[in-house]
C-alpha cells in the first residue's frame, strides 16, 4: 500500500496517513480499478493513475470521509 500512502502524502498532503484512511480511498475505488488491481497489483502504472485521477476529482469528499476539514488538511 505504499503508492496509497504516498498518494494520500501527495494529493491530500496528509504527512502520516493510517491504515484507515487508506481504507477509506480503498473503499472509493470502483470495481473496474479493483479488479485490475487483482489482476496486475497496486504498482500497475495504469492503476496508479486511475487511483489519482480519482483522489484529485474526490479530493473534498475524501478529506472530509478521512475527518480532515479540506482548508486543514497540511497539518495532519
Not at 27 to 32: E, S, V
Not at 37 to 61: C, F, H, P, T, Y
Amino acid at each position: 500500500m505504499n503508492f496509497l500512502r504516498e498518494t494520500l502524502r501527495n494529493k491530500l498532503e496528509i504527512q502520516d496517513p493510517s491504515d484507515a484512511q487508506l481504507k477509506i480511498v480503498f473503499d472509493y475505488l470502483p470495481a473496474r480499478i479493483i479488479g485490475i488491481i487483482i489482476a496486475w497489483g497496486l504498482n500497475d502504472s495504469v492503476v496508479q493513475e486511475d487511483i489519482s485521477e480519482l483522489v484529485d476529482r474526490n479530493k473534498s469528499e475524501i478529506l472530509s470521509a478521512c475527518n480532515i476539514p479540506p482548508h486543514d488538511h497540511k497539518n495532519n
